[in-house]
C-alpha cells in the first residue's frame, strides 16, 4: 500500500509559479506510475500529468503542456510537479495518485490517491 501527501499549495499571481510535491511512503513507491489530478470549483477532476515508474514517459493534459513540468526521484519517494505561467483557470485542488499497473491518464486506472493541496491564482 502506498500513502500520498501532496505540499506546495498556495496563492499566486497570474503568471507566477509553484512546486507541488508529493511525498510517498512504502518500499515500492519506484514500481507505482505516478499522477496529477486537479478539480476546480464547480468542475471535475480533470487528469494534468503523470509519469511513468521510470521518469522516462511523461504524458501531459493539452491544458498544461509546455507550463507544467512532472518529474520524480525514486530514492525520495517524491514526485514534483513544476507549474509555470500559471493562469486563473488553473485554480483546483490538486492531487497526486499512484498507478500499480501503468501509467494513464483516466482517474479509474490510479489504484492511490493523496488528499489533495489547493491551488489559488490569482488574476
Known amino acids: 500500500q502506498v500513502q500520498l501527501v501532496e505540499s506546495g499549495g498556495g496563492l499566486v499571481q497570474a503568471g507566477g509559479s509553484l512546486r507541488l510535491s508529493c511525498a510517498a511512503s512504502?518500499?515500492?513507491?519506484?514500481?507505482?506510475?505516478m499522477g496529477w489530478f486537479r478539480q476546480g470549483p464547480g468542475k471535475e477532476r480533470e487528469f494534468v500529468a503523470a509519469?511513468?515508474?521510470?521518469?522516462?514517459?511523461?504524458y501531459y493534459a493539452d491544458s498544461v503542456k509546455d507550463r507544467f513540468t512532472v518529474s520524480r526521484d525514486n530514492a525520495k519517494n517524491t514526485v514534483w510537479l513544476q507549474m509555470n505561467s500559471l493562469k486563473s483557470e488553473d485554480t483546483a485542488v490538486y492531487t497526486c495518485?499512484?498507478?500499480?499497473?501503468?501509467?494513464?491518464?483516466?482517474?479509474?486506472?490510479?489504484?492511490?490517491w493523496g488528499q489533495g493541496t489547493l491551488v489559488t491564482v490569482s488574476s
Open positions: 512504502g518500499r515500492t513507491f519506484s514500481s507505482y506510475a
Open positions: 495518485a499512484a498507478d500499480h499497473h501503468r501509467i494513464g491518464t483516466h482517474s479509474y486506472e490510479y489504484d492511490y
Open positions: 509519469i511513468s515508474w521510470s521518469g522516462d514517459s511523461t
